[in-house]
């Protein structure tokens, strides 16, 4: 993919790596203050709270939950949040059972502990499984950016992954822990603050703005939190949240090194137990953030209007070049092409007596999504999952929440692409030709004629 396809120009690339520099000279000041295995290992035991709380919620995000949140929203609802209710229990349970051993003597890692209680050997083995896992984990992660950074530059992925593992270990290997730790600061301040930007930029862009998204996503159903079905096989309850989540936050925070060094490095256990529940808090506002982000969507729309609609879109095309194409013009020619090339055709009109572009777009293998009326709710059948019968999407009132809801519904349906492509095929396979149209009014007219002729034997006989 190219850079003009991604919108990205000169500046943009300047700022990326303005970014890629700074984050890396910003971790090797931290190398002057490295004069013992105390300051290299654990920072001197003197990061404040707050500091190991952001490093924390850095170390459990990565490119795979930015991308998978959303949709996992998108598809259910906030039910998620569940999980990190176990998360917090899981906390809880660490800050009371093991960071009190952690604190008693001089502890490097967690492995140490594992040692005095139980011996070298299975000190090797927990060490050594952590590092094959953790590796392991880590290279999925690593491949995750680089597919990233890969169409942001331009490089190949092997590129991509050789630039952000030697950045990153230059500033890791130079600056010790402290370098870890404050760096991952300064991203989880970016990543979080490009959130709320985009969160209230959808909120702005909005008609209606708040209220209308609270309005439509309640009535969807979406801003479900807590299930409280005893269910087993369920993936999200608050049962399998509470008891899954804090049986995964007590291994990976309580014994995993990647998590208990960090803690290692406070003040004292107190403020270590706070680092811990704080960023507890600050992973469910995280999540929070993401799972009330939304699929996106590329919308080209053609044709004339009222003026403020032109407007409208004209200034949305504006803002967002890559995700809005409008042509405000009456192209016959180009609109064929746009119902031919697109995955769904959105017709959600008032009135329509007949409608031809619905079955053009059928014909095309284009899915319609439309409201029902007239021709268009003769034409177009409700698509059901279940029996793989139909050809569209329909929606029967005329406001904003029917159609926000029944294009969710569109676009839940297509990202099963096997049904998808029945679907398809179910519109493509449909004869609107006048063949069909004259052996129906064929049909018709015979049965009124028998009906007729019916009446007149009916009649006579009654005479």
């Not at 170390?59 to 996992?72: N, V």
């Not at 370098?179 to 990543?191: E, L, S």
């Not at 999200?236 to 490095?265: C, E, K, M, N, P």
Request: aromatic fraction near 12%; include cysteine.
């Amino acid at each position: 993919m190219g850079l003009d396809k991604l919108g990205l120009d000169g500046l943009d690339l300047a700022i990326i790596a303005l970014y890629l520099a700074g984050i890396t000279l910003f971790g090797l000041r931290f190398r002057k203050r490295q004069r013992t295995l105390r300051d290299y290992f654990l920072a001197d035991r003197n990061i404040p709270w707050w500091a190991i709380a952001l490093s924390i919620v850095a170390a459990e995000t990565s490119t795979l939950t930015i991308i998978s949140i959303p949709g996992l929203a998108y598809d259910t609802n906030l039910a998620f949040l569940q999980v990190v209710l176990g998360y917090l229990a899981g906390r809880v349970i660490i800050s009371f059972v093991l960071l009190p051993h952690y604190f008693r003597g001089d502890l490097y890692t967690a492995y140490e502990l594992i040692e005095r209680r139980f011996g070298r050997r299975l000190r090797s083995l927990t060490a050594g499984l952590f590092l094959v896992t953790r590796a392991a984990a880590e290279g999925v992660r690593v491949y995750a950016v680089s597919i990233v950074v890969a169409i942001a530059i331009g490089t190949d992925e092997v590129s991509s992954i050789a630039i952000i593992t030697v950045l990153t270990l230059i500033y890791t290997f130079e600056g010790g822990l402290a370098a870890v730790i404050w760096t991952d600061v300064v991203q989880t301040v970016i990543y979080v603050s490009g959130t709320l930007v985009g969160l209230f930029t959808i909120v702005h862009l909005v008609p209606g703005g708040w209220l209308a998204i609270h309005s439509v996503a309640d009535a969807a159903g979406k801003l479900r939190i807590f299930d409280f079905t005893p269910d087993f096989w369920k993936p999200y309850t608050f049962w399998a949240g509470l008891i899954g989540g804090a049986f995964l936050t007590t291994a990976s925070h309580g014994t995993d090194q990647l998590i208990v060094q960090r803690l290692l490095a406070a003040r004292n256990q107190r403020q270590s137990v706070t680092a811990l529940l704080s960023s507890g808090v600050a992973v469910l506002f995280q999540f929070a953030l993401f799972l009330m982000a939304r699929e996106e969507m590329i919308v080209i729309a053609l044709g004339n209007g009222d003026k403020q609609y032109e407007e409208m879109f004209a200034r949305l095309q504006k803002q967002f070049p890559q995700k809005i194409a409008i042509k405000i013009a009456y192209d016959n020619a180009i609109a064929h092409k746009i119902e031919a090339g697109s995955d769904m055709f959105l017709m959600p009109s008032k009135y329509e007596p007949c409608g031809l572009n619905q079955i053009y777009s059928l014909k095309y293998g284009t899915v319609p999504v439309v409201r029902a009326t007239g021709g268009l709710d003769d034409t177009i059948e409700p698509w059901d999952a279940r029996t793989g019968r139909g050809t569209g999407f329909k929606f029967t009132d005329y406001n904003g929440e029917a159609l926000l809801l029944t294009i969710k519904e569109a676009l839940k349906a297509f990202r099963d692409q096997n049904s998808w492509q029945t679907l398809m095929r179910n519109g493509m396979d449909k004869d609107f030709s006048w063949n069909n149209s004259a052996k129906e009014y064929g049909r018709i007219y015979e049965r009124v004629r028998q009906l007729r002729a019916t009446h007149n034997a009916t009649a006579v006989a009654t005479v």
